[in-house]
């Protein structure tokens, strides 16, 4: 494995971004994370490719939150375990872009 | 069953796939509904966003690029190879992009998904927003509507075109589409900047409504398989990275590191630089090309757009938008057609197929099909850009030394680090996947 950047690069943190964006939050969650299969977990790839961060690993625990979800799909299809139940919020809710 | 439920077609999704569907199809005179989950047709997509081919939409809007929200048109493309602290680019311009149709247009998507849409309502069809469909409704073998996600909620159509989107739930739950795997799905990262109009004129030397296409390969993505895209709006730029998301997981990289990266090489840093970002967005592109386009029919149902995997990711082209369009029209022409045989079998909808192969739609998948596997050629992603950038520097650089002819510096620096077997390999793949 290539350790990609050495140098701190970030230069504002995800929450920060994520506050550019819209959101109208459902109460209920359009994702499940079936936790019990994400135990023993090496790669952990929804933790790498989510583009909002939403996923973390505390004390070899999945924890994840939905509210901000910018819908695209990607831990569904990165997750080997087929761990992640990703439906869309319902309709109006969830993410609106208006600047992209 | 209530009158109002049932339609001529349903179209899910108002992308420019489904509603350039809509609008070809009301303005035949059938009765179409137009669903969307979000908000407004745009609120949950993203592109880069270039569109390419515009054209494609005047027979339905003869006048179009005098209404349609076009932030530029493209007449210059740059393709930049970048090393760790350089960057090699082909630069190329031309006036004869600046006419009518024009040849690409920048747009962003929640302004120009509106407006599309806006022509189909404005031509008769029914758009339905804040909707999700959750499913296909069957007869027999036959799609004969869809379960919407709200009370109320069936409606009844006996074709139905499927322009979901990436995820396209329905066209896996009509048996059409596989799982997808992380190989041959793409995630896109992008911000929006705001420059000022002046600037992004001076800065990329522009003049009125010209835009610029820019994209990147090497270093722009680290070691992740993927590059970045840089494009010019009226006022604003479009700047993001588009990686493979199986090579994202396995170097454990954070797309939003990985763009900040972007912006802050030296190369990018001050093309950017004061840059306001107004908003970040993401979506999946599928990339896989050829291999990926699933079956596209079956009785009732037409699958068209990022649904039906119509994305045209060969290196130097990056279109989509285009083929969405054209897909949807294809989709439209072939309901159409079952609508006057009153016969929406598997037989009469192939038509839809058929008039595809016949369009650049599945003739450029098709013929670029090893393209997608040789873009992610690890020496192409991970290589070759910082060795042209030296080879570059080598030829350039002046140290009061005698200078040996070019062919014996670039070739010095290329062995350094590849064998001329590998090279020539590679130069025939690059061949085979681009240029013959």
């Not at chain 2, 339905?128 to 709200?150: A, F, K, M, N, P």
Request: one cysteine or more.
């Amino acid at each position: 494995m290539q350790q990609i950047a050495s140098e701190p690069v970030l230069m504002q943190p995800i929450e920060e971004r994520l506050e550019l964006v819209r959101f109208k939050v459902d109460k209920r969650p359009h994702i499940r994370v079936h936790t019990e299969a994400c135990r023993g977990c090496d790669l952990t790839p929804c933790v790498y490719v989510c583009p909002a961060g939403l996923f973390e690993i505390l004390g070899g625990e999945m924890h994840f939150s939905y509210e901000h979800c910018l819908e695209c799909g990607t831990c569904y299809v990165a997750c080997e375990r087929k761990a992640i139940e990703w439906d869309y919020p319902r309709g109006g809710w969830g993410v609106s872009f208006r600047a992209s | 069953m209530h009158a109002q439920q049932q339609f001529d077609v349903i179209v899910v999704g108002a992308g420019p796939a489904g509603s350039s569907a809509a609008l070809a199809l009301a303005r035949a005179g059938l009765r179409v509904a137009l669903i969307e989950r979000g908000e407004y047709p745009g609120a949950k997509n993203v592109s880069g966003a270039v569109f390419y081919a515009p054209g494609l939409l005047a027979e339905l809007l003869p006048t179009f690029w005098d209404e349609a929200p076009f932030e530029r048109y493209i007449t210059r493309r740059v393709l930049t190879f970048l090393g760790k602290e350089s960057a090699f680019s082909l630069d190329f311009r031309t006036r004869h992009f600046a006419i009518p149709p024009y040849n690409g247009v920048t747009v962003l998507r929640p302004k120009f998904d509106r407006w599309l849409a806006s022509k189909a309502v404005e031509a008769g069809a029914l758009l339905i927003t804040s909707t999700v469909v959750d499913d296909l409704l069957y007869e027999g073998e036959r799609v004969i509507g869809v379960q919407c996600r709200r009370d109320d909620g069936v409606l009844y159509a006996p074709v139905v075109i499927a322009a979901d989107g990436a995820n396209s739930f329905l066209a896996k739950k009509a048996g059409l589409q596989r799982e997808f795997s992380a190989e041959e799905m793409s995630l896109g990262v992008k911000e929006v900047l705001r420059l000022g109009e002046h600037a992004i004129e001076e800065r990329f030397n522009l003049t009125g409504d010209e835009g610029m296409a820019s994209e990147y390969v090497g270093e722009a993505t680290g070691s992740v398989k993927g590059g970045a895209f840089l494009y010019t709006n009226r006022d604003t730029l479009s700047l993001g990275i588009i990686v493979q998301i199986a090579s994202l997981a396995q170097e454990r990289v954070r797309p939003y590191e990985l763009l900040d990266r972007f912006k802050q090489h030296p190369a990018v840093a001050p093309l950017v630089r004061d840059g306001v970002t107004l908003e970040y967005s993401a979506h999946m592109i599928p990339e896989g090309g050829w291999q990926l386009v699933p079956r596209l029919v079956r009785a009732g149902l037409l699958v068209a757009g990022d649904a039906a995997a119509l994305v045209f990711a060969a290196g130097i082209f990056l279109e989509g938008m285009n083929f969405a369009v054209a897909s949807g029209l294809a989709a439209a022409e072939t309901a159409l057609e079952a609508h006057r045989h009153g016969d929406f079998s598997t037989a009469t909808l192939m038509g839809y197929r058929k008039r595809l192969e016949q369009s650049f739609v599945l003739q450029d998948l098709q013929r670029f099909r090893l393209t997608p596997a040789f873009v992610n050629n690890e020496r192409l992603q991970n290589l070759y850009p910082e060795l042209l950038c030296q080879a570059a520097e080598q030829v350039f650089r002046s140290e009061g030394r005698p200078r040996k002819k070019l062919g014996s510096t670039i070739l010095a620096t290329l062995r350094s680090k590849v064998s001329l077997w590998t090279l020539l390999r590679d130069g025939w793949q690059a061949g085979r996947a681009l240029f013959f």
